[in-house]
Structures are given as structure tokens and as C-alpha cells.
């Protein structure tokens, strides 16, 4: 008599990279058989609805490319700053008395908003915002031109607003993840699930195999294949020296926690796992 083969010791120690690609790999194997096995759909409805959960909290929990992108643009609008910071420095020491007398007044301005150097990334973008105000008034407009910085006066303009920009979208980001949960509440939740529709797929098995009233086939056969990646997990932890010879607790529904994550040591046989269709 056939059944999916304990696994809570196996999907429990996953890290969290590796845990949503157990449940896509899993999802990739149901999907097909669903209309073949018209007893197992309800439950297999709350996992897909819950790891499509899982689905949006892993890329947000993992999307440190927002974080990435914002690094940048504050370099790229701190070294435009400094482009002009530095090309007023050395006009200050210029031969030229026009281009010494346009230094001159163009520090006013690098004094007025010399915590630049200093501030916050947040801080910066206020002061940027109002020292590129303050280099459109006549006065500095025209010694910019002398020392030909108007154009980097617009770049840097330019670059505040992408930073301010990638800051609030990922100001809210943030704000919508935290609507969202974490991944420790979701992985408990898609597990529990999970238990119940490994449930009610040994129980279409059995049923059809003992009465005989009907082809168990094609469960037998999604039994196999969820078996099958259980099986590839227990080797993903045997690689890293984690046993999972222990007892299961798959049935016994209580929330074992959720190891830290690190989305290293993915072994060759598994690869990137395919976006699973319909939950994204």
C-alpha cells in the first residue's frame, strides 16, 4: 500500500530559498494530476492559495536588489556632489580671476549645505533638493555657467530624484511586506497545509485500492513523484550533514519554528526550480 513518505524532518530544517523550492517542485507535480484526482482538490487548494502567499513573502524577504539599487544611486548622486565640489575647490586656486571670482560665490552655496557630506540618506535628498533651488537663482546660475556646471547641477538634480524615488518605492515595499507576515509564519502555514492534502491523497489511494471501485493509478503515480522530491531533499540536507533519520512529526501539526536563512549550498540536481504557474 502506497503513501507519501514522512518528510516533516526533511522540509523543517530547510533553509528558506530551498523550502519554496520543495513546495514548487511539489506544486509542478499536482498540478497535472488535480483532474484526475478529483478528491484531493480541496485540499490542494488551501497550499496553493497558501504558498502563493509564500511565493510574493520569499521575493520580498529576499529582494535586497531594491537595497542594491538604492546603494548606488546615493553613490552616483554623492560623486556628482563631490564632481562639483571638487571642480569649485580647484577653480578657487584658478589663474583665471572670472573663473576664482565664480568659485568664490559658488561657495556660499557648498557652505550653506556642506552636511551633504554627513547627513543621512534621507537628510541628503532634502538638502540636494533645496541646493539645487538655490543654484537656479541668478547669482549662482551665472557662476555655475562660469565654471561650466550647469550640467552637472541638472545631473545631479536628476540623481536626487532617482534616489528619492527608489527610496519611497522601497519605503512602501517594506510597508506591504509587513502586511504580507514573514517567512516563519507562512513556511508553518504551507506545511500544515501540506499534512493535510498528503492526507486526503494517501486516503483517495487507500480507499480506491481496498474497495476496488476505482483506478488508482495516477495517484500512485503523484505519490511516487511527491516521494521522489522528498527523497531529493533528504540528500539537499545528507550534503550539508544534517540527518533526517529521526522521527517524523509530519502529522502532529504544531509549528517547529523556521531555521535562519541562507540560500547557499543549492545542489546541481535541483537548480532553479520553474515559477510556479498560476501563483504568482
Known amino acids: 500500500m502506497k503513501s507519501v513518505n514522512t518528510y516533516s524532518a526533511v522540509i523543517h530544517p530547510l533553509r528558506n530559498g530551498e523550502h519554496y523550492d520543495f513546495h514548487d517542485y ?7 494530476a488535480l483532474d484526475l484526482i478529483p478528491e484531493i482538490k480541496p485540499a490542494w487548494g488551501l497550499v496553493a492559495s497558501l504558498f502563493g502567499k509564500e511565493d510574493l513573502i520569499y ?37 583665471d580671476a572670472a573663473s576664482k571670482e565664480a568659485a568664490a560665490t559658488l ?3 557648498l557652505d550653506n549645505y556642506k552636511a551633504i557630506a554627513s547627513a543621512t540618506m534621507s537628510e541628503t535628498s532634502a538638502l540636494i533638493v533645496n541646493m539645487v533651488e538655490d543654484m537656479a537663482k541668478p547669482r549662482y546660475a551665472d557662476a555655475a555657467k562660469a565654471l561650466n556646471l550647469t550640467a552637472v547641477v541638472g545631473k545631479l538634480d536628476e540623481a536626487n530624484d532617482n534616489f ?11 510597508e506591504y511586506s509587513g502586511t504580507m507576515g514573514t517567512m ?10 501540506f499534512r493535510l492534502f498528503t ?27 511527491i516521494n521522489a522530491i522528498i ?20 502529522d502532529d501539526g504544531l509549528d517547529h519554528g ?9 545542489p546541481p540536481a535541483l537548480g532553479q526550480a520553474p515559477a510556479a504557474a498560476g501563483i504568482q
Open 26 to 32: 511539489v506544486s509542478a507535480a499536482v498540478r497535472p
Open 59 to 95: 521575493k520580498r524577504s529576499s529582494a535586497s536588489v531594491e537595497t542594491k539599487f538604492i546603494v548606488e544611486a546615493g553613490q552616483l548622486r554623492f560623486d556628482i556632489y563631490m564632481m562639483f565640489h571638487r571642480t569649485v575647490d580647484a577653480a578657487s586656486y584658478s589663474y
Open 107 to 109: 561657495r556660499e552655496v
Open 164 to 174: 528619492r524615488n527608489l527610496y519611497i518605492e522601497r519605503a512602501n515595499s517594506l
Open 184 to 193: 516563519k509564519d507562512i513556511r508553518a502555514q504551507v506545511d500544515k497545509a
Open 199 to 225: 492526507q486526503a491523497l494517501d486516503v483517495a489511494y487507500a480507499y480506491g485500492a481496498l474497495s476496488g471501485d476505482k483506478d488508482v493509478t495516477e495517484a500512485g503515480r503523484l505519490i511516487d513523484r
Open 231 to 250: 527523497d531529493q531533499f533528504k540528500r539537499v540536507l545528507s550534503h550539508r550533514g544534517h540527518s533526517t533519520a529521526k522521527k517524523d512529526g509530519g
Open 258 to 266: 523556521t531555521p535562519a536563512d541562507a540560500d547557499d549550498d543549492i
